[in-house]
């Protein structure tokens, strides 16, 4: 076998644990046996794990509260009517005529659970709204970057020789930078806004999965299915889409649920820099952005921890709960064991 | 393949990726929509489309792509990676006195997450399934999960705001002073968090893998004491696992370093490199991107090395 013990590879994501793995467990485990299909038996194994259906839980209302939080328009029509925050998120209170009394960074009350920011904006309408950006870019990102990459690693892994040794090549050069600075830079070349930050996160974020399923495919391409299929006469592209890659999945799946959690710490911290989004967008890292300035600078008597508290709260309970529904996707799929742990985190 | 073979091999291996770093980190900034002289000049209405043109050839931007790269690399391998337009200033001079900042962040970052990582990941591997397994994994979703600009915000509200320990703003001081290896520790328990957490669930799982191997039953069948096999044989081997991900922490850690030293307003590349962003600084941009790229291909060869020291079974590919 190509993938022998001992053979040094760059590391990006934890090899030994992908080495490690019995291609064969799968397929000879429950042969014969097997009367239901394995997404049916991962999706009952995950429907058992609690801590990961609270996860779900967390994440389904997050997103829902953020889809819900004011009113959606597309091109004029209003496609979604509702609206959970009691204040419109960009309304600088103290300028309306009803709300006078309302100041800057006043603390939390009964009219406004998380008080208000430094411009006198009702911090609670803010948070709910503020999920809208990053954790859609999250899933955005994290969908076509997977798909991409499926496709990336796929054709090298399973061509081989010179075609898997440049395209290998070229993954390393882009495994050369931190993610995060990609897209600094790229911001910085594009600006600003919500497609430009899920453009900065994709257009070098494949190279991972490229990588995590090249390593699959070089094992699931040994089985005799896939000798079969060729020697009936499928094309490549067959071959490729129908035999091997749903054989070679799984860690990408597992992958792509932990890394939602990683792109949404990454936008959060281009707005939190100031350059991902206009300042005063209701995004939870631009929220943060003005209140590091309060802090710094030292606010006049009291600390106004509510504005440093609640947006990133909201941030790191996604995160941790995205985080928790990957482990279980990891635990239910049976793929391996804390390679998820390598893959999470970070930005 | 001796071990001095085995490095060279390595060594030649990273040429043509130090080439293809500099390919992309040149790529990508010069995709810019902007152009340079208009920044230069945005704010002179008396330059004549005559000057621009002269600015323009005077900064070698009239030149063909390949041309300014080539010219760019040569001025870059001679250290000259021109000025910052606002200041005049070398970007040479600006990595030089800058780069140490980050690096010693990066250093205490690394030291802090292998000081936890480490014995709670023996400690978790030891007492598998057993409620202090299950609080370290806890603790290290707790890591993953929480963002680095908020976690330094939330360390600055508590220990500086609230308890007073520090300062919020570090005084300047030269680096290496007793006193800022105190303003270090913010930053880089900051910056060491989420490394440390990815390490700690990475030691757990080789070190409880290695324990079921036969070797540690014939250890202990020696009669060797528990401690011994746990810290003497078992350690070791798991180490190994450590440098698998070493260069992906070490990234991790340099990407967290831009944010960090933005949130506790530390002197580094990551805070210059957010400043470069915000007044388009090419030469700058492009400066740093290409030592982050230098610097992560060095900690990969780095690790490749250690790997070798740790199983010398890798040097007989």
Same mark, same amino acid.
């Given at each position: 076998m190509s993938t022998q013990r001992g053979r040094i590879r760059i590391t990006g994501f934890d090899p030994q644990a992908v080495e490690d793995r019995d291609p064969l467990s799968e397929w000879t485990d429950y042969e014969g046996t097997e009367t239901e299909g394995r997404w049916?038996?991962?999706?009952?194994?995950?429907?058992?794990?609690?801590?990961?259906?609270?996860?779900?839980?967390?994440?389904?209302?997050?997103?829902?509260?953020?889809?819900?939080?004011?009113?959606?328009?597309?091109?004029?029509?209003?496609?979604?009517?509702?609206?959970?925050?009691?204040?419109?998120?960009r309304t600088i209170l103290y300028l309306q005529p009803d709300y006078a009394h309302v100041g800057r960074y006043d603390p939390p009350s009964l009219a406004h659970p998380m008080g208000t920011d430094g411009s006198g904006r009702d911090l609670f309408s803010r948070v709910l709204v503020g999920g809208r950006y990053s954790v859609s870019i999250g899933f955005i990102v994290v969908t076509i970057t997977a798909t991409v990459g499926i496709v990336y690693g796929s054709i090298s892994g399973y061509y081989g020789g010179i075609v898997d040794e440049v395209m290998m090549r070229i993954l390393d050069v882009i495994f050369a930078f931190p993610g995060l600075v990609l897209a600094l830079v790229l911001v910085a070349m594009l600006g600003g806004g919500y497609w430009q930050l899920v453009a900065a996160f994709t257009i070098f974020g494949w190279a991972s999965y490229g990588r995590l399923i090249r390593g699959e495919i070089l094992k699931v391409k040994e089985n005799e299915y896939v000798m079969a299929a060729k020697a009936l006469g499928a094309r490549d592209r067959s071959v490729i889409f129908r035999h091997i890659v749903p054989n070679a999945?799984?860690?990408?799946?597992?992958?792509?649920?932990?890394?939602?959690?990683?792109?949404?710490?990454?936008?959060a911290a281009l707005g939190f820099l100031g350059i991902g989004f206009e300042p005063g967008t209701p995004e939870w890292g631009t929220m943060l952005d003005q209140t590091l300035e309060t802090l710094v600078q030292g606010p006049g008597g009291r600390i106004p921890w509510w504005a440093t508290i609640y947006p990133g709260l909201a941030i790191f309970l996604f995160v941790m709960a995205m985080n928790l529904v990957g482990d279980g996707i990891n635990d239910a799929l049976d793929a391996q064991e804390d390679v998820a742990m390598t893959q999470g985190g970070g930005g | 393949?001796?071990?001095?073979?085995?490095?060279?091999?390595?060594?030649?291996?990273?040429?043509?990726?130090?080439?293809?770093?500099?390919?992309?980190? %040149?790529?990508? !900034? @010069?995709?810019?929509?902007?152009?340079?002289?208009?920044?230069? &000049?945005?704010?002179? /209405?008396?330059?004549? +489309?005559?000057?621009?043109?002269?600015?323009?050839?005077?900064?070698?931007?009239?030149?063909?792509?390949?041309?300014?790269?080539?010219?760019?690399?040569?001025?870059?391998?001679?250290?000259? %990676?021109?000025? !910052? @337009?606002?200041?005049?200033?070398?970007?040479?001079?600006?990595? &030089?006195?800058?780069? /140490?900042?980050?690096? +010693?962040?990066?250093?205490?970052g690394w030291v802090f997450a292998l000081l936890i990582a480490i014995p709670t990941g023996i400690y978790a591997a030891v007492n598998k399934d057993r409620a202090g397994d299950h609080v370290s994994r806890f603790i290290a979703l707790f890591g993953i999960s929480i963002p680095n600009f908020w976690l330094g915000l939330m360390l600055i509200l508590v220990f500086a705001l609230w308890l007073d320990w520090w300062s919020v703003l570090a005084p300047r001081e030269?680096?290496?002073?007793?006193?800022?290896?105190?303003?270090?520790?913010?930053?880089?328990?900051?910056?060491?968090?989420?490394?440390?957490?990815?390490?700690?669930?990475?030691?757990?799982?080789?070190?409880?893998?290695?324990?079921?191997?036969?070797?540690?039953?014939?250890?202990?069948?020696?009669?060797?004491?528990?401690?011994?096999?746990?810290?003497?044989?078992?350690?070791?081997?798991?180490?190994?696992?450590?440098?698998?991900?070493?260069?992906?922490?070490?990234?991790?850690?340099?990407?967290?370093?831009?944010?960090?030293?933005?949130?506790?307003?530390?002197?580094?590349?990551?805070?210059?490199?957010?400043?470069?962003?915000?007044?388009?600084?090419?030469?700058?941009?492009?400066?740093?991107?290409?030592?982050?790229?230098?610097?992560?291909?060095?900690?990969?060869?780095?690790?490749?090395?250690?790997?070798?020291?740790?199983?010398?079974?890798?040097?007989?590919?």
């Amino acid at each position: 076998m190509s993938t022998q013990r001992g053979r040094i590879r760059i590391t990006g994501f934890d090899p030994q644990a992908v080495e490690d793995r019995d291609p064969l467990s799968e397929w000879t485990d429950y042969e014969g046996t097997e009367t239901e299909g394995r997404w049916v038996r991962a999706a009952r194994n995950f429907r058992r794990n609690r801590v990961a259906m609270f996860g779900l839980v967390v994440v389904l209302l997050m997103a829902f509260v953020a889809a819900f939080s004011r009113p959606v328009e597309v091109w004029g029509v209003v496609v979604q009517p509702f609206s959970l925050a009691p204040y419109d998120p960009r309304t600088i209170l103290y300028l309306q005529p009803d709300y006078a009394h309302v100041g800057r960074y006043d603390p939390p009350s009964l009219a406004h659970p998380m008080g208000t920011d430094g411009s006198g904006r009702d911090l609670f309408s803010r948070v709910l709204v503020g999920g809208r950006y990053s954790v859609s870019i999250g899933f955005i990102v994290v969908t076509i970057t997977a798909t991409v990459g499926i496709v990336y690693g796929s054709i090298s892994g399973y061509y081989g020789g010179i075609v898997d040794e440049v395209m290998m090549r070229i993954l390393d050069v882009i495994f050369a930078f931190p993610g995060l600075v990609l897209a600094l830079v790229l911001v910085a070349m594009l600006g600003g806004g919500y497609w430009q930050l899920v453009a900065a996160f994709t257009i070098f974020g494949w190279a991972s999965y490229g990588r995590l399923i090249r390593g699959e495919i070089l094992k699931v391409k040994e089985n005799e299915y896939v000798m079969a299929a060729k020697a009936l006469g499928a094309r490549d592209r067959s071959v490729i889409f129908r035999h091997i890659v749903p054989n070679a999945i799984t860690p990408v799946i597992v992958q792509a649920s932990l890394s939602v959690g990683t792109v949404v710490i990454g936008v959060a911290a281009l707005g939190f820099l100031g350059i991902g989004f206009e300042p005063g967008t209701p995004e939870w890292g631009t929220m943060l952005d003005q209140t590091l300035e309060t802090l710094v600078q030292g606010p006049g008597g009291r600390i106004p921890w509510w504005a440093t508290i609640y947006p990133g709260l909201a941030i790191f309970l996604f995160v941790m709960a995205m985080n928790l529904v990957g482990d279980g996707i990891n635990d239910a799929l049976d793929a391996q064991e804390d390679v998820a742990m390598t893959q999470g985190g970070g930005g | 393949m001796g071990f001095r073979r085995f490095i060279l091999k390595r060594l030649l291996a990273v040429v043509p990726i130090l080439f293809g770093v500099s390919i992309i980190t %040149f790529a990508l !900034v @010069y995709l810019t929509p902007g152009d340079p002289v208009d920044l230069m &000049v945005g704010m002179n /209405p008396h330059v004549s +489309a005559a000057d621009r043109a002269r600015i323009r050839a005077d900064l070698g931007l009239d030149a063909p792509v390949y041309v300014q790269y080539y010219r760019w690399m040569i001025n870059g391998l001679q250290g000259d %990676f021109g000025i !910052v @337009y606002a200041s005049n200033r070398e970007v040479s001079e600006i990595i &030089v006195t800058r780069l /140490p900042e980050t690096v +010693a962040l990066g250093i205490f970052g690394w030291v802090f997450a292998l000081l936890i990582a480490i014995p709670t990941g023996i400690y978790a591997a030891v007492n598998k399934d057993r409620a202090g397994d299950h609080v370290s994994r806890f603790i290290a979703l707790f890591g993953i999960s929480i963002p680095n600009f908020w976690l330094g915000l939330m360390l600055i509200l508590v220990f500086a705001l609230w308890l007073d320990w520090w300062s919020v703003l570090a005084p300047r001081e030269p680096l290496y002073s007793t006193s800022m290896l105190w303003y270090l520790i913010l930053p880089g328990v900051t910056i060491g968090t989420a490394a440390s957490a990815i390490l700690m669930r990475i030691m757990r799982s080789s070190m409880a893998e290695e324990m079921n191997k036969d070797y540690v039953t014939a250890a202990r069948a020696k009669g060797l004491p528990e401690r011994t096999v746990i810290l003497k044989h078992v350690l070791r081997n798991s180490l190994i696992s450590v440098t698998t991900v070493a260069a992906f922490l070490t990234a991790g850690i340099l990407a967290g370093s831009v944010v960090v030293e933005v949130v506790f307003n530390w002197p580094g590349l990551g805070r210059e490199l957010v400043n470069a962003v915000v007044g388009r600084e090419v030469n700058l941009i492009l400066a740093i991107t290409l030592f982050t790229g230098i610097a992560l291909v060095i900690a990969n060869l780095l690790a490749d090395i250690a790997y070798a020291v740790l199983d010398p079974r890798i040097r007989y590919d």
